[in-house]
T-cell receptor, first 116, second 115 residues
Framework: NAGVTQTPKFRVLKTGQSMTLLCAQD?????MYWYRQDPGMGLRLIHY???????AKGEVPDGYNVSRLKKQNFLLGLESAAPSQTSVYFC???????????????FGQGTRLTVV | AQKVTQAQTEISVVEKEDVTLDCVYE???????LFWYKQPPSGELVFLIR??????QNEISGRYSWNFQKSTSSFNFTITASQVVDSAVYFC????????????FGTGTKLQVIP
């Protein structure tokens, strides 16, 4: 049981390059999330999904796109990377859609992205 | 809008000392949930506890205890007899009813336990 797996773990991009971060969970969770963690700012929600085929914007969605074609996978794309997107990215998943009382969210180990 | 404040950016204690991590929250909702997560040096966030706004009973789990006080809007976390393995960043978080898309995280407190 791997839980939540993120790939890659580290990446350096040049400004303007594109990339996709992959998140995979094997717990059959309905809800999946992408957060970014920046020094002194805690975690901020980028996008989330409440089920296969659905996505929604979070607090800081600009510059990112997501897709949830399969229930177990949640992809985060950067079409044209900018230095402001240098951050640590976390994927998480949790039970739903009847999750009116949020339970435990399971997090991946993070992806450290540097945009130069 | 909700807000979570963890005023302590970094704390250092000597092993076996007790340490309390403070968390103060703001919300206008009457139904909400509070969480603590641990982020060890390996990077992942590990769920520690969830409390709902209707349950002010304090909780103890081994060396960990949590004090929830609605009167002061606080949800403090105490580690008794700290150990080196407790060294991590600890996040407090608040959610109004709903999924994690409505969770607001604090900025975290980095705890260093010195042997």
């Amino acid at each position: 049981n791997a839980g939540v797996t993120q790939t890659p773990k580290f990446r350096v991009l040049k400004t303007g390059q594109s990339m996709t971060l992959l998140c995979a969970q094997d717990m059959n969770h309905e809800y999946m999330y992408w957060y970014r963690q920046d020094p002194g700012m805690g975690l901020r929600l980028i996008h989330y999904s409440v089920g296969e085929g659905t996505t929604a914007k979070g607090e800081v969605p600009d510059g990112y796109n997501v897709s949830r074609l399969k229930k177990q996978n949640f992809l985060l794309g950067l079409e044209s990377a900018a230095p402001s997107q240098t951050s640590v990215y976390f994927c998480a998943s949790s039970y739903g859609p009847h999750d009116l009382m949020p339970g435990e969210a399971f997090f991946g180990q993070g992806t450290r992205l540097t945009v130069v | 809008a909700q807000k979570v404040t963890q005023a302590q950016t970094e704390i250092s204690v000597v092993e076996k000392e007790d340490v309390t991590l403070d968390c103060v929250y703001e919300t206008r909702d009457t139904t909400y949930y509070l969480f603590w997560y641990k982020q060890p040096p390996s990077g992942e966030l590990v769920f520690l506890i969830r409390r709902n706004s209707f349950d002010e009973q304090n909780e103890i789990s081994g060396r960990y205890s949590w004090n929830f006080q609605k009167s002061t809007s606080s949800f403090n976390f105490t580690i008794t007899a700290s150990q080196v393995v407790d060294s991590a960043v600890y996040f407090c978080a608040l959610s109004i009813s709903g999924g994690y898309q409505k969770v607001t995280f604090g900025t975290g407190t980095k705890l260093q336990v010195i042997p």
